[in-house]
């Protein structure tokens, strides 16, 4: 479970509604009671009860037991409405970062709350100009930043078939605002004690037989 929502609301019906239905028990008890009653007296003798009488019961006693029905339906309905005021991951994961405090408000676009999976996965990207050298089932590996020592293989997943902008500029000469890159979508294998996380930049180096 990420997080409850006050639900204090909600759950201070359920009592009253568990008294409605003991109301509408005791009054389809009654009712049920008159409906045999009367139709023992139409079997003993039909004169002694009238059709219109006869209805009347009945319809008292239809009328309890519909009421039971949807006063039972009620508390089932609020009881269900119980389980949206605790929200769970859709995934099996981790909390990557949560800004919820308490008394909270949460927006459903906010992201004070952000949850990841176990697997984690490297977008590279691969300038414009290079795009033709990659080769999808080539060698790559990863460099932490400030530790070229500590690498790690990746394996490919996917390519992503459409050049886009590069939104992050690191200030290369041979960089510019328009700058285009080839997207490529590599997971990681975890390894014990190894530093990785989540949003960090690594360097990624992919091997190619092409000509350069």
Do not use: C
Not at 28 to 39: D, G, M, V, Y
Not at 152 to 164: E, G, H, M, N, Q
Not at 201 to 212: A, C, G, N, R, S
């Amino acid at each position: 479970m990420l997080f409850e929502i006050d639900d204090r609301a909600k759950k201070v019906q359920i009592p009253l509604q568990k008294e409605q239905i003991k109301v509408a028990q005791t009054k389809f008890n009654s009712a049920r009671h008159q409906l045999k009653l009367i139709k023992n007296f139409k079997k003993l003798s039909p004169h002694m009860v009238t059709n219109e009488k006869y209805a009347t019961v009945l319809n008292a006693f239809n009328e309890a037991k519909a009421t039971l029905l949807l006063s039972k339906e009620k508390l089932k309905t609020l009881q269900n409405e119980l389980k949206f005021y605790k929200v769970f991951s859709p995934i099996d994961g981790i909390v990557l970062q949560s800004l919820i405090t308490q008394g909270s408000y949460f927006n459903t676009n906010s992201k004070a709350l952000m949850i990841g999976s176990d697997k984690l996965s490297i977008r590279v990207n691969i300038n414009e100009f290079d795009a033709w050298k990659f080769e999808p089932k080539s060698e790559a590996v990863a460099f932490i930043r400030g530790n070229p020592k500590q690498q790690i293989a990746l394996s490919y997943d996917y390519t992503t078939p459409l050049v886009v902008p590069k939104r992050n500029l690191i200030g290369l000469s041979t960089e510019a605002t328009d700058t285009r890159v080839l997207q490529v979508m590599y997971s990681v294998k975890k390894i014990p004690n190894f530093p990785l996380y989540v949003g960090e930049m690594l360097d990624v180096f992919v091997k190619t037989t092409k000509d350069k």
